[in-house]
């Protein structure tokens, strides 16, 4: 273990893990609350469109993937306010339509673009410090917005009618929210792949609140548990070969089978008992 911390790559890639793991699964307890699981789903498949107009533009995909997913995310609150349309059909129609968009984009490409494969499956192993960097530098952004305003975030996801009457200005703090889950997603892509970036977001806090008991103590237990997660599946997937983002994800469902077997013991005690 000591002796990979000595290569570059596995360095960048715990920094990276350990950075995206924690707000992922920050986010993931808002994602829960207002029960979005579908939208960090569509947000992450729509934004193969930034993903293709930066390999086209021979630009960091990155950056045109952050772009397109913030834009796309403020689409989705705005229609949401203006119509009658559920979320569920807005973020439907933004996801196909991205989608649409990214493959018409990638067709005018040419050859093989190995940067495409590292989005769709995740390739946290090949993340240079520029990357990284700017990872960190929207992570303590988006993270330090959470952590600042999370209680007025909850109380408009829980109950918009008093957070109405108290002053909350929701259709802000909507949009915000909505902009710092989709740029979220687009980070942690590089760490798990369109295709599973979705699994930060509901695992850690889904095996959190199997034992937490107040809503910070849910907070700080989440983003343990993720960072766990990062870490073991990194290590195993180097040391069996395997894919590092497939890996994280089953060592994060193995961990919330232990807990929640854990966790039940106890109520099963008190049952005998009585």
């Known amino acids: 273990m000591l002796e990979l911390l000595t290569y570059p790559f596995m360095q960048r890639a715990l920094v990276a893990g350990l950075l995206l793991g924690s707000l992922l699964s920050l986010i993931g307890i808002f994602v829960i609350l207002r029960r979005m699981a579908f939208f960090s789903d569509g947000i992450a498949h729509a934004s193969l469109s930034g993903v293709a107009a930066g390999v ?3 630009s960091n995909p990155l950056f045109t993937a952050i772009g397109f997913s913030a834009v796309f995310a403020a689409i989705i609150a705005q229609v949401e ?3 009658k349309l559920s979320s569920d059909a807005i973020i439907g129609l933004i996801f196909t339509s991205g989608m649409a968009l990214g493959i018409i984009l990638l067709s005018f490409g040419s050859g093989y673009r190995p940067e495409l494969t590292s989005y769709l499956f995740g390739n946290i192993l090949s993340l240079q410090w ?5 990872m960190a530098g929207l992570s303590a952004l988006i993270a330090g917005f959470i952590l600042a305003r ?3 975030i909850a109380l408009f996801i829980l109950n918009p009618e008093t957070a109405y009457v108290n002053g909350v200005r929701i259709d802000l703090y909507r949009t915000l929210l909505y ?13 798990l792949g369109i295709i599973l970036v979705s699994a930060l977001l509901i695992i850690p806090v889904s095996t959190a609140k199997l034992t937490a008991r107040s809503f910070h103590g849910l907070m700080w237990s989440t983003v343990i548990i993720a960072d766990l997660d990062v870490v073991l599946g990194l290590v195993l997937s180097v040391f069996l ?5 497939a890996t994280i994800v ?3 469902m193995a961990v919330f089978a232990i807990v929640a077997i854990i966790s039940k013991i106890p ?3 008190l049952a005998v008992s009585e």
């Not at 070969?241 to 983002?245: E, T």
Request: charged share 15%; net charge positive; aromatic share 0%.
């Open 56 to 58: 086209l533009l021979g």
């Open 81 to 83: 306010k203006r119509t």
């Open 130 to 134: 520029t990357d990284v960097i700017l």
């Open 150 to 152: 999370h209680k007025l």
């Open 179 to 191: 902009i710092s889950i989709a740029v979220t997603v687009v980070l942690g892509m590089k760490l």
């Open 241 to 245: 070969n395997l894919p590092a983002g």
């Open 250 to 252: 089953l060592c994060g």
């Open 267 to 269: 109520k099963q005690q």
